[in-house]
């Protein structure tokens, strides 16, 4: 049972809400409020007044996901040992830490988990686009041309589609189910690209305080190579210069050297920074060790 940690009472929802919504894991106050109404465990604070953000990382899995943890890096392995106790209590059978810079990563180690993932990241500055935009100017210059291929803001009834897509797109890792996706089409821009009314495509991406992020490009498989993804993600990108965004981040997996290739063709840089996710050994129920 875990005793370090423990559900976070009304007034401390309030603060852990600033850090929450500035990461993007939550909308807002209401919804964390929400959440820890729902699910008590969910949300946890210690007597030092660290904190910790936890939900199913998907539902086709089994990870207990940290979305959040704001402490020093000293207490972290304390705290993470802590946080596979709640995540064996309710059921799951490992602990994902949050996405962090590599060299970051040692606490995360030393608590027990070993990296499972890793990602690198790219940036593009969008001021000079923005500022040909303004002029007049061809903002993307060079848009990819697709015959037949149409854009456009994406519904509700799109989402089995798009879910389709994911699936055949990524590993089960790194797949969207139906409420993350609903979530992302509340907080962010999620489009899809049509052909003969097929779609063959989408992204997501979102756009807070001047800073934008290119969150997920996807295309069929069976279309690929014919410059569908890179028209949508100058798409995105278009989207974001409109939303007054002054430079856009991505990440992709390390060894997706294709994806990685589109992107420098668009003018990305990879910043040097490569995130990693850590993960727990299976947790047994009766013990809560690894297996």
Known sequence: MSGLTRPATLRELAWIAGPAVRA???????????????????????????????????????YCAVLGLWCSPRRVPLIVTDLLEVARAQGFGR???????????????????????????????????????????????????VPGLAVREAGLADLGAIL??????????WRYHRTGLERFARIGRLAVGTIDGRIVGYT???????????????????LRRR??????????????VGQG????????????????????????????DVLVACASSGLTRETGEGR
């Open 24 to 62: 993007q894991l939550v909308e807002d106050r209401a919804e964390l409020v929400a959440i820890s109404g729902s699910e008590p465990w969910r949300v946890r604070v210690t007597e030092k007044g660290e904190a910790a953000l936890l939900a199913r990382w998907r539902e086709h899995l089994d």
């Open 227 to 240: 410059g569908i993804g890179r028209a949508l993600a100058e798409e995105a990108v278009d989207w974001l």
């Open 95 to 145: 602990l994902l830490g949050p996405l962090v810079p590599e060299p970051a990563c040692g606490p995360y180690l030393d608590a027990g988990l070993r990296v499972v993932e890793r990602v690198v990241v790219m940036r593009l500055d969008l001021r000079a686009r923005a500022r040909a935009d303004g002029d007049g100017v061809d903002a993307i210059g060079g848009t990819t041309r």
């Open 204 to 222: 997501l991406a979102t756009s807070r305080s001047g800073d934008g992020s290119l969150g997920r490009l996807a295309v069929a498989p069976d």
């Open 245 to 272: 965004v002054r430079s856009a981040l991505l990440s992709t997996h390390e060894a997706n050297t294709a994806s990685r290739s589109l992107y420098r063709g668009m003018g990305f840089a990879e910043t040097g």
């Open 164 to 173: 389709g897509i994911d699936q055949d797109c990524f590993e089960p890792f």
